[in-house]
């Protein structure tokens, strides 16, 4: 069965820096565009990132524009997001998500991971 | 940005009633809309994408509706399971943004 299993959350410091990864199982994992989305606690859900299939094409949202990477190892299945200089603003739990795209234009996410909680504090 | 806001915040239902959420967002959007169902505790689940196409999986009793602009999220008659928060999302243009929810809970 599908599966998308995050990890690398944890508490770190404001300034610092943390590294998530996704592992993905049961299906193509590179048929499908990932994208990391985030919801800070008792709130709405913010799309952090986007990866295509490829790797080609990346975007980020402009409140971790400069701060975030986002990469993926399709030959790995797996999905990574450095995430630097990190703000108390960041706390949240990160999930890993896919979607498809049809004719190179990305459709609604499909499957989303449990979720790796990250806290920003000092 | 397209900014999404939904109404109302909170529904509440008795069971078997009927519920309909609606989703709003500042520019046209196409049919490129999807909704989420999350419950406590849990990663948010696709109920419909590309405004009115269910998911695999998801029950009859949910429908959606509309396009460009304004957007609907029926369920027919509510059971106990779907008493969650409902999200809808726009993936026309990046950054792909949510509402801010709607709260489903029993009358």
């Known amino acids: 069965q599908v599966q998308l299993v995050e990890s690398g959350g944890g508490l770190v410091k404001p300034g610092g820096s943390l590294r998530l990864s996704c592992a993905a199982s049961g299906f193509t994992f590179s048929d499908y565009y990932m994208s990391w989305i985030r919801q800070a606690p008792g709130k709405g859900l913010e799309c952090v990132s986007y990866i295509s299939l490829s790797g080609s094409t990346i975007y980020y949202a402009d409140s971790v524009k400069g701060r975030f990477t986002i990469s993926r190892d399709n030959a790995k299945n797996s999905l990574y997001l450095q995430m630097h200089s990190l703000r108390a603003e960041d706390t949240a739990v990160y999930y890993c998500?896919?979607?498809?795209?049809?004719?190179?234009?990305?459709?609604?996410?499909?499957?989303w991971g449990q979720g790796t909680l990250v806290t920003v504090s000092s | 940005e397209i900014v999404m806001t939904q109404s109302p915040a909170t529904l509440s239902v008795s069971p078997g009633e009927r519920a309909t959420l609606s989703c709003r967002a500042s520019q046209s959007v196409s049919s490129n809309l999807a909704w989420y169902q999350q419950k406590p505790g849990q990663a948010p689940r696709l109920l419909i994408y590309?405004?009115?196409t269910r998911a695999t999986g998801i029950p009859a009793r949910f429908s959606g509706s509309g396009s460009g602009t304004e957007f609907t999220l029926t369920i027919s008659s509510l059971q106990s399971e779907d008493f969650a928060v409902y999200y809808c999302?726009?993936?026309?243009?990046?950054?792909?943004?949510f509402g801010p929810g709607t709260k489903v809970d029993i009358k």
């Open positions: 998500a896919r979607g498809e795209e049809w004719e190179l234009l990305p459709q609604a996410v499909d499957f």
């Open positions: 590309g405004a009115f």
């Open positions: 999302q726009q993936y026309n243009s990046w950054p792909f943004t």
